[in-house]
């Protein structure tokens, strides 16, 4: 058989017979890798012909023929901050992919998950000896729960060995080190990643065994290999947080079996992942009695999970032409436009000043309801004036310089007075009545909630 070069897009797979420096279907630069194939045979018409009349047609079934067991048969994965981002455990014959930075904790919260299946469960490890595997088993005490170990790189020696020992669950430590004998190039290439997945999934489609495949970052923080993989697999998690503080964050942003809000929170320790039910406590339990200039609680809602976290900011004269604007944990963009919205609309004169926002923990915030605690932090740090003692607040800004109504008020209202909080900096119109709990009964701490408009209005009311 004759041999022929193709170029691959690394990001989204796109395929072209020359090098090119971007790729017109994504867009992005320098993504393409030299893949070597076999060419087929080639094939005439009338053995064409003959192949089609040969082929059995496929067996069709009614929806009300296919058996559905309730609640879909989920399997406890033994960690409750799993079980919730999945949706309530694990579904056989998914696919679940597992993605995050090196040292953030994948492998080791996957080792916790098959110390509780025990010898149901078969780790494919392709980076780690079983030596490896089993000290790393030792430090967490699941050693003795029974799950086998198979250092493997060869997807046809996998395949093989799992039709073989039928396990409930496989875990592919990781998918990029896998490669199939009959593709040409190493093992993590764009070819290689998606024909080792595709392999992998109609295994466990067939035999209804739930696999679980770590995937390697890219220094963007997005998945390695082609896009298509996280296309062909049914859930995809990304562990979250900073390699050097404690705190991670467990977040689906793919689920075919559940919603992509809900978060796992972890504190990493030398027993393994810990879950962190009351995240809130956390965060705040360290925090001082006086609280500094710049510093601002705000109320994330995670899914149905409130979250108090607290927001940092420095403001301080810029010796350049154009000042800094640096954001760790927030999205710079949106810090630029904050910082906009207080000059035009707050009478802030922010023009030749250096703004740093920090949140604290490693968290990353992502939701609009926070650009009230980060404006709010600024403006603090600007006029070198706290936010009153025990104020929190949620909200998101407009280019107006109005505060708009966000989602699920009363939860965060009701976190909030929870944790003893006796002043709330929300928007106008979200009137519930006094804070309650999940059952519905008021709470009975004493909180003050302070309705606003506008962002000046905020300002004005939090630096009294």
């Known amino acids: 058989m004759a041999t022929k070069t193709l170029y691959t897009c690394s990001n989204c797979g796109h395929s072209e017979p020359k090098w090119l420096g971007r790729c017109p279907d994504c867009g992005e630069w320098s993504t393409f890798i030299e893949e070597v194939l076999e060419s087929k045979k080639v094939v005439g018409f009338a053995e064409r012909a003959t192949r089609q009349k040969s082929r059995a047609p496929g ?3 009614a929806l009300s023929e296919v058996p559905v067991v309730e609640g879909g048969g989920r399997m406890d994965a033994g960690v409750g901050e799993l079980n919730r981002v999945l949706g309530g455990g694990i579904v056989p014959g998914s696919m679940v992919l597992v993605g995050g930075e090196p040292g953030v904790g994948k492998s080791t919260l996957l080792l916790q998950v098959m110390g509780h299946l025990g010898e149901g469960c078969l780790m494919v490890s392709g980076e780690e000896s079983p030596r490896q595997v089993a000290l790393s088993a030792r430090r967490l005490g699941v050693e003795g729960r029974g799950f086998r170990v198979l250092s493997e790189t060869d997807v046809d020696i996998i395949e093989a060995t799992i039709l073989e020992e039928r396990p409930r669950t496989v875990v592919v430590d990781s998918i990029q080190t896998l490669y199939s004998p009959e593709l040409s190039g190493a093992p993590g290439g764009v070819g290689q990643v998606r024909e080792c997945a595709a392999r992998l999934m109609r295994l466990a489609k067939s035999e209804g065994i739930a696999v679980f495949l770590v995937g390697h970052v890219t220094k963007e ?18 562990f979250e947080g900073d390699r050097f503080q404690s705190f991670r964050v467990l977040r689906a942003l793919k689920n075919r079996f559940g919603s992509t809000n809900e978060v796992g929170v972890f504190e990493m320790t030398g027993r393994g992942m810990v879950e962190v039910e009351d995240p809130s406590a956390f965060f705040l339990s360290k925090r001082e009695e006086e609280v500094p200039p710049g510093v601002v609680t705000v109320c994330l809602l995670e899914g149905t999970r409130p979250m108090l976290v607290e927001i940092e900011s420095l403001v301080a004269p810029s010796p350049l032409a154009n000042p800094r604007r640096i954001a760790n944990g927030v ?10 919205v207080l000059s035009r609309r707050a009478g802030l004169a922010l023009q030749d000043q250096d703004v740093y926002v920090n949140v604290t923990g490693g968290v990353r915030v992502e939701e609009p309801a926070a650009d009230l605690g980060v404006a709010l932090a600024i403006a603090s740090a600007m006029r070198d004036r706290p936010v009153g003692k025990g104020t929190a607040c949620f909200g998101e800004v407009g280019l107006t ?3 708009r109504y966000v989602s699920g008020a009363p ?3 009701t976190e909030m007075a929870k944790m003893g909080f006796g002043r709330i900096i929300r928007p106008e119109g979200t009137s519930d009545g006094p804070p309650s709990d999940e059952t519905g009964s008021s709470t009975r701490r004493e909180a003050s909630v302070v309705e606003v408009s506008t962002l000046e209005e905020a300002v004005a009311v939090a630096l009294l």
């Open 411 to 413: 939860r965060r209202t």
């Open 221 to 238: 923080g997005s998945i390695a290999g082609p896009r298509v993989l996280e296309h062909m697999v049914d859930t995809v998690l990304q």
């Open 401 to 403: 310089g109005d505060v």
């Open 59 to 61: 067996r069709t079934l």
């Open 331 to 340: 999205d710079t963009g949106r810090v630029n436009m904050l910082c906009a």
